[in-house]
């Protein structure tokens, strides 16, 4: 049931970094990184009938599942325990060409350039999930802490589902930007003062720094029975009083990628309304200064990497 995809774009994703620095000690060397992939089908398995030779696909982070436990009979393959990663233990996507079970390439609309959709594969997809999972609407209040390579995302999806969107960032200069992108206020979160005043005004917000915070003042920002959810990794532990929870029914949550299912939903839901990841791209041989490049963090908002 596998295909093969010749590569034609790959995002850089901050999980590149550690995975070449092998931080999360799962890395085999020699080590081929890339997980946000956009090609075109090279060849297929006999069994594989629902994709052709030709065809443009995308692969995120996950790449194959068991199939049969109870998670994927669910249809919530990514917490699969069998689950296989991309680029773990086989060449990921800065390679010419990669393989994955077919239950794992998705299909990507033809109104999308592949560059700007890269990123979507499982930067995307990680906003996009706890946004879908937490009926995210209209009535939402929500705030996106860290507009960078996820939180520019987030907003854009926070803002089609009709949510009112806040931005909190520790750059005051990304203020214009994160209101092009669809936010209605913006909160520098250096400004102690300006933080505090956010108390009760949030139903929902999702974290997408991976940076330390005052992450109390965020579960006071949550209105009763709110949600703090965390997709960025804070280098520190986090921790939290219990009051502020049991007050005000307040919940401390996680999220990752999504299903297979769900990135289809969510490629189909970003071409009818137009959302992209705002990009930078590099010819594949410039990959070691792309790298570099995210590393400073000098990029805005995400690298794509091209054959």
């Known amino acids: 049931m596998e295909v093969e995809i010749g590569i034609t774009h790959c995002g850089i994703c901050h999980s590149d970094l550690h995975l070449i620095a092998n931080d999360w000690g799962i890395s085999q060397y020699p080590f081929i990184p890339g997980h946000e992939i956009v090609g075109a089908i090279t060849a297929s398995g006999a069994d594989v009938k629902s994709l052709e030779v030709g065809q443009r696909v995308g692969l995120g982070w996950q790449s194959n599942s068991c199939g049969t436990c109870e998670w994927c009979t669910r249809g919530m393959e990514n917490l699969c325990p069998l689950s296989e990663a991309t680029c773990i233990r086989r060449h990921?996507?800065?390679?010419?060409?990669v393989r994955a079970n077919a239950r794992f390439v998705i299909p990507i609309p033809e109104s999308m350039d592949s560059a700007?959709?890269?990123?979507?594969?499982?930067?995307?997809?990680?906003?996009?999930?706890?946004?879908?999972t937490h009926c995210i609407n209209p009535t939402s209040r929500v705030g996106i802490v860290g507009i960078g390579g996820l939180g520019h995302m987030a907003i854009q999806f926070a803002r089609i589902?009709?949510?009112?969107?806040?931005?909190?960032?520790?750059?005051?200069?990304?203020?214009?930007?994160?209101?092009?992108?669809?936010?209605?206020?913006?909160?520098?979160?250096?400004?102690?003062k300006a933080l505090k005043e956010m108390a009760n005004t949030q139903d929902f917000i999702l974290n997408t720094a991976n940076a330390d915070?005052?992450?109390?003042?965020?579960?006071?920002?949550?209105r009763p029975t709110g949600t703090l959810c965390f997709v960025g990794v804070p280098p520190s532990p986090v921790t939290f009083h219990a009051f502020p929870m049991i007050s005000g029914v307040r919940t401390i949550t996680g999220s990752s990628i999504g299903s297979p299912h769900q990135i289809r939903e969510m490629l189909d839901v970003a071409a009818r309304h137009g959302v992209k990841a705002t990009i930078e791209?590099?010819?594949?041989?410039?990959?070691?200064?792309?790298?570099?490049?995210?590393?400073?963090?000098?990029?805005?908002?995400?690298?794509v990497l091209t054959n």
């Open 92 to 97: 990921g996507g800065y390679a010419d060409r």
């Open 116 to 132: 700007e959709t890269a990123p979507l594969l499982c930067g995307g997809i990680t906003v996009y999930n706890p946004l879908r």
């Open 161 to 192: 589902f009709g949510a009112e969107v806040t931005a909190f960032s520790t750059s005051a200069a990304k203020e214009e930007e994160a209101r092009a992108l669809g936010v209605q206020n913006f909160v520098n979160n250096r400004d102690s």
């Open 213 to 222: 915070q005052d992450w109390g003042v965020y579960l006071q920002a949550l």
């Open 281 to 303: 791209s590099f010819a594949m041989d410039k990959a070691n200064a792309a790298i570099d490049k995210v590393k400073k963090n000098k990029v805005r908002y995400r690298a």
